[in-house]
Protein backbone atom coordinates (compact mmCIF):
# COMPACT_ATOMS: atom_id res chain seq x y z
CA UNK A 1 0.00 0.00 0.00
CA UNK A 2 2.26 2.83 -1.13
CA UNK A 3 0.39 6.60 -0.74
CA UNK A 4 -0.06 7.91 -4.26
CA UNK A 5 0.25 11.84 -2.52
CA UNK A 6 1.41 13.19 0.85
CA UNK A 7 -0.15 15.51 2.52
CA UNK A 8 2.41 16.83 5.04
CA UNK A 9 0.39 18.45 8.80
CA UNK A 10 2.41 20.85 10.50
CA UNK A 11 2.48 20.78 14.33
CA UNK A 12 4.08 21.88 17.16
CA UNK A 13 7.01 20.04 19.59
CA UNK A 14 5.15 19.55 22.82
CA UNK A 15 8.60 20.41 24.47
CA UNK A 16 10.30 23.54 22.89
CA UNK A 17 7.15 24.45 20.14
CA UNK A 18 9.57 24.32 17.42
CA UNK A 19 7.89 23.41 14.31
CA UNK A 20 7.11 19.49 13.22
CA UNK A 21 5.31 17.72 10.29
CA UNK A 22 3.85 14.07 10.02
CA UNK A 23 0.99 12.73 7.90
CA UNK A 24 -1.75 10.75 7.55
CA UNK A 25 -1.77 10.21 11.44
CA UNK A 26 1.74 8.89 11.48
CA UNK A 27 2.92 10.72 14.49
CA UNK A 28 5.06 9.46 16.80
CA UNK A 29 3.16 11.36 19.86
CA UNK A 30 -0.07 9.63 19.38
CA UNK A 31 0.08 6.69 16.27
CA UNK A 32 -0.46 3.57 16.71
CA UNK A 33 1.23 2.88 13.38
CA UNK A 34 3.94 0.75 12.72
CA UNK A 35 5.72 3.21 10.46
CA UNK A 36 6.23 6.31 12.19
CA UNK A 37 7.19 9.25 10.23
CA UNK A 38 7.99 13.26 11.29
CA UNK A 39 10.54 15.90 10.09
CA UNK A 40 11.64 18.24 13.04
CA UNK A 41 13.38 21.56 13.19
CA UNK A 42 16.36 22.86 14.77
CA UNK A 43 17.61 26.05 15.27
CA UNK A 44 21.85 25.40 14.29
CA UNK A 45 24.19 27.42 13.27
CA UNK A 46 24.64 27.47 9.32
CA UNK A 47 28.75 28.32 9.34
CA UNK A 48 30.44 27.71 12.43
CA UNK A 49 32.99 30.71 12.46
CA UNK A 50 29.14 33.22 12.56
CA UNK A 51 28.21 32.55 15.42
CA UNK A 52 25.09 35.04 14.78
CA UNK A 53 24.44 32.41 11.69
CA UNK A 54 21.64 30.69 13.22
CA UNK A 55 18.20 29.23 11.00
CA UNK A 56 16.36 26.57 11.03
CA UNK A 57 17.65 22.96 9.91
CA UNK A 58 15.40 20.06 9.45
CA UNK A 59 15.59 16.47 9.95
CA UNK A 60 13.48 13.55 8.89
CA UNK A 61 12.69 10.64 10.87
CA UNK A 62 10.97 7.22 9.82
CA UNK A 63 11.02 4.72 12.44
CA UNK A 64 9.39 0.72 12.02
CA UNK A 65 8.30 0.05 15.93
CA UNK A 66 8.21 -3.81 15.21
CA UNK A 67 12.01 -4.28 14.59
CA UNK A 68 12.80 -1.06 16.19
CA UNK A 69 14.96 0.00 12.42
CA UNK A 70 14.68 3.55 11.99
CA UNK A 71 16.75 6.39 9.80
CA UNK A 72 17.61 9.96 10.63
CA UNK A 73 17.67 12.02 7.59
CA UNK A 74 19.19 15.29 7.47
CA UNK A 75 20.24 18.55 8.11
CA UNK A 76 18.26 19.90 5.32
CA UNK A 77 18.29 23.79 4.46
CA UNK A 78 14.84 23.81 2.79
CA UNK A 79 11.92 22.04 4.56
CA UNK A 80 11.00 20.85 0.65
CA UNK A 81 14.10 18.95 0.77
CA UNK A 82 13.40 16.93 3.85
CA UNK A 83 9.78 15.86 2.95
CA UNK A 84 11.22 14.78 -0.40
CA UNK A 85 13.99 12.42 1.28
CA UNK A 86 11.64 11.64 4.28
CA UNK A 87 8.89 10.28 1.89
CA UNK A 88 11.37 8.33 -0.47
CA UNK A 89 12.11 6.34 2.90
CA UNK A 90 8.82 6.07 3.67
CA UNK A 91 7.74 4.61 0.57
CA UNK A 92 11.12 1.90 1.23
CA UNK A 93 10.12 1.18 4.33
CA UNK A 94 5.86 0.19 2.84
CA UNK A 95 7.46 -1.95 0.25
CA UNK A 96 9.81 -3.52 2.82
CA UNK A 97 6.86 -4.10 5.58
CA UNK A 98 4.01 -4.25 3.89
CA UNK A 99 2.28 -5.20 5.97
CA UNK A 100 2.84 -2.74 8.77
CA UNK A 101 2.05 0.65 6.05
CA UNK A 102 -1.43 0.82 7.17
CA UNK A 103 -1.79 3.95 9.56
CA UNK A 104 -4.03 3.07 13.20
CA UNK A 105 -5.45 6.02 15.22
CA UNK A 106 -6.53 6.38 18.45
Known amino acids: ?13 FIDGSPR ?8 SYTLSKIQVVIYCEKEE ?12 YYGWVFHL ?3 AG ?4 RFKYLKDAK ?9 YCEIFPNDAKAYYF
Open 71 to 74: ELLG
Open 1 to 13: MLLQKVKWVKGRD
Open 84 to 92: RETEKVFRE
Open 21 to 28: YTFEGRDP
Open 46 to 57: EYEHMPDSKRNF
Open 66 to 68: PTE
